[in-house]
């Protein structure tokens, strides 16, 4: 969620328990005993000062129901808050994954076919010397009773590069020394297989080392389908990537 829509869903969340309040205290209005600033009604001002824990215009109630309305406004506001910030702390202190991987992996297929893994990223800054690497991780029995994770790496066409492009698609081609082609998708979604890109390299302006990872399920392969373009070509002449296309399937 962009951070514009985050913080209006969050005055709209407290917006919203305030007005709640704001009813419920109309029932017995009468019973609210001081002056609210400005012509506020107040309910709304009552309501405000509980939810925030503040008591700015010394509105008090005087009967048993606003009291424990405003005991229950002082209780939701505490709550919502708390969780509220919580989140924001959150978003601020969370990594972003400069890389977007596509929702599904394409296989062109089971004999003699391609599998493809397409990943984008929309971050400017450049990774250099990358190098990816696909994995297959399944249940194996070595021996009748004795199961382990099994991690088998699969050949890529294309290894690595010098410096990352906004779009790259990972390549292993099924031939009869692939796991995938030996066990087929059935086998291997009995046997809880996976599989795993990881892209690393090294950030241009930093210097340090960058590793991003992903999981895909046998259900997550789209059997017979390719990826479509993500390059168009606009008026003038000029290539385009769309990175929205990035899940567009052919």
Not at 19 to 32: C, E, G, I, N, P
Request: hydrophobic share 45%; with cysteine.
């Amino acid at each position: 969620m962009p951070w514009a829509l985050f913080f209006l869903a969050m005055v709209m969340i407290y917006l919203t328990v305030v007005l709640m309040f704001t009813a419920l205290l109309s029932f017995d209005q009468q019973h609210l005993l001081g002056d609210a600033p400005m012509g506020v009604a107040k309910t709304f001002a009552f309501a405000v000062e509980g939810f925030f824990a503040n008591g700015f215009n010394g509105i008090r109630p005087d009967s048993p129901y606003t009291y424990v309305v405003g005991l229950l406004d002082l209780i939701a506001g505490l709550i919502t808050l708390s969780t509220l910030t919580a989140v924001v702390f959150a978003r601020l202190s969370s990594n972003e994954m400069p890389l977007v991987f596509s929702r599904h992996l394409c296989l062109s297929s089971l004999e003699g076919g391609h599998l493809f893994c397409r990943f984008v990223t929309s971050d400017r800054s450049q990774w250099l010397n990358v190098n990816y690497s696909l994995s297959l991780i399944y249940d194996d029995e070595p021996e009748p009773g004795l199961w382990q994770r099994r991690i088998t790496s699969l050949d890529l066409l294309n290894a690595g590069t010098p410096q990352l492009s906004q779009t790259a698609t990972l390549t292993h081609r099924l031939t009869e020394s692939s796991p995938i082609a030996q066990l087929g998708l059935d086998e291997l979604n009995r046997r809880n297989a996976v599989i795993m890109p990881l892209i690393e390299g090294i950030d241009e302006s930093t210097g340090i080392s960058l590793l991003q990872t992903h999981l895909y399920k046998t259900r997550d392969i789209q059997l017979g389908r390719r990826f479509a373009d993500l390059v168009s070509t606009d008026q003038s002449g000029q290539r385009r990537i769309n990175l929205r296309r990035l899940d567009d399937l052919l």
